[in-house]
């Protein structure tokens, strides 16, 4: 394979020909071997490292700072890069030393290679289009990285967001298809009072709702951008006016809303933005998986356990007992939610560790947010095709389990008093008698034309008061 030389401050080394990456993504390479996991696994962050690049050129271009011809094919090599062309070539590991620098560096050597090919030279003729010189006009990694992760954490929660209501609607759908099902209520997993199968899905669908706003809030904070604040916040080696020019074609060129943050030097190293959007991220982690729970302890069984759902099978659950199937599912959405909790302390420590005018952490910020939001969208994936769309009730067990229950008991309070109905409630647990046997035809402590009035279906799962 042909080589090419490229050399840096440390001194020289030897880069393959077909590669557009150069010398400092090549030291990263041979630095950190820590995740396995390198930078083309999300393209999105890729894509962003475009934008930045873009709109820093046409910036640079306007103030005069960069030579016009150089900047078209700065744009149009980074047009590419944003299209996806050359995800490849982006091999940094995501989890690195240097606040970000080997990302950085890896976007600027291949944009500056795939520029100086369209412009009639070989890679590595810096000369013509350079990394630092020209790629890397009027910025630094520390605005240059972050102002890219924001871009692609913003487009990853789009995504998300619409991955968690289509989970949401699916719990929906099944409340409409079970509003008739009767069924125990549990609180302490213990007898509670009625109410329908319907009810308890509906449910679930409200308590995933409630989180496409507060990843909204989280956008709007992630919004917010630093372009131009360069090595601290200060503007070092950045033109007049091109903070706001870059922020303005970024959002030209993104479509986002996105704005110049007012205090640059703050703004530089500042993490509360991911602090806020891992906490909305943990908080849903650990709906979604207080969820699974539920749906593994309402399908438990299906002799011995409560059996009032059926969850579709998957596979088969044992190696040696026949006929097992395991809620694998569930189980699966819930160790990805572990992961996501887990991922939050780190961002909280992360953000924790900055030290004055930076945060060197930056990598594992992007590394635990970008895993997190991936894995939750693939979880609320799955749990919607593979389980929720699937799931059947077991309607007249469910309601046979609720008249066998002690729990109606509650519901005679209000005629019969507290001290009768609980000498129902004991003698009911003792002997194994049903709540009706006892209060009806034993205690006779009501008609049992009191008794139909008091326990219809409607009355069960909304209850009116009777006296």
């Known amino acids: 394979m042909s080589k090419r030389i490229e050399h840096d401050f440390l001194g020289e080394m030897e880069i393959p020909q077909d590669v557009y990456y150069g010398i400092q993504t ?16 999300e393209p999105l962050f890729v894509q962003s490292l475009g934008y930045v ?6 910036a640079n271009r306007d103030l005069g700072v960069l030579d016009k011809n150089i900047a078209e094919y700065i744009i149009k090599a980074s047009d590419r890069v944003i299209n996806g062309e050359f995800d490849g070539q982006f091999l940094s590991d995501l989890i690195q030393g240097g606040a970000g620098t080997s990302v950085n560096m890896n976007a600027n050597e291949v944009i500056a290679n795939v520029a100086l090919e369209m412009m009639g030279h070989k890679k590595g003729e810096y000369q013509f289009c350079h990394p630092n010189n020209h790629v890397n006009c009027s910025q630094s990694t ?3 990285y972050p102002t890219a992760f924001r871009i692609a954490l913003i487009n990853k929660l789009t995504g998300y967001k619409e991955e968690l209501s289509q989970l949401a609607d699916a719990f929906a759908a099944k409340g409409e298809e079970f509003r008739d099902v009767l069924k125990m209520g549990r609180t302490q997993l213990q007898d509670a009072v009625p109410m329908s199968l319907g009810d308890e899905f509906k449910a679930f ?20 951008i630093n372009m131009g604040a360069t090595a601290i916040g200060t503007g070092v080696n950045a033109p007049k006016g091109y903070s706001d020019l870059v922020t303005k074609y970024l959002r030209e060129v993104t479509g986002l809303d996105l704005s110049l943050a007012a205090d640059l030097i703050e703004a530089t190293y500042d993490a509360g933005a991911y602090v806020q959007l891992s906490g909305v991220l943990k908080r849903t982690a ?10 593994r302890l309402l399908s438990s069984g299906p002799r011995a356990g409560l059996n009032e759902i059926n969850l579709p099978p998957m596979q088969p659950g044992s190696s040696i007992m026949p006929g097992k199937v395991n809620p694998v599912i ?3 959405v819930n160790q990805t939610a572990f992961y996501v909790i887990g991922a939050d302390l780190t961002v909280t420590l992360a953000a924790e560790a900055g030290q004055l005018q930076l945060n060197v952490m930056e990598p594992v910020l992007s590394f635990a947010l970008f895993t997190s939001i991936s894995y939750m969208s693939n979880a609320c994936r799955t749990l919607r095709e593979k389980c929720v769309r699937g799931i059947t009730a077991n309607a007249e067990h469910c309601r046979q389990m609720v008249m066998n229950s002690i729990g109606i008991v509650t519901q005679l309070n209000p005629v019969i008093g507290y001290e009768k109905s609980a000498s129902i409630a004991r003698e009911a647990l003792e002997t194994g008698k049903s709540v009706h046997d006892i209060a009806v035809k034993e205690k006779q402590y009501i008609t049992q034309e009191k008794w139909d009035e008091i326990f219809t279906f409607d ?9």
């Not at 390479?29 to 083309?40: A, M, R, S, V």
């Not at 690049?53 to 046409?58: F, S």
């Not at 709906?287 to 729970?293: E, G, L, T």
Request: hydrophobic residues 40%; contains cysteine.
């Open 330 to 332: 569930p189980e699966v």
């Open 459 to 467: 009355n069960l799962i909304r209850p009116q008061f009777i006296k």
């Open 286 to 295: 650990v709906k979604v998986s207080k969820i699974c729970n539920d749906l």
């Open 26 to 41: 090549m030291r990263a390479l041979e630095n950190f071997h820590i995740t396995g996991i390198p930078l083309k696994v």
């Open 142 to 144: 520390n605005d240059a």
């Open 205 to 224: 669908a409200t308590n995933l709702g409630e989180e496409s706003p507060r990843v909204e809030d989280s956008k709007r904070l992630i919004s917010e």
């Open 53 to 58: 690049k873009k709109a820093a050129a046409m």
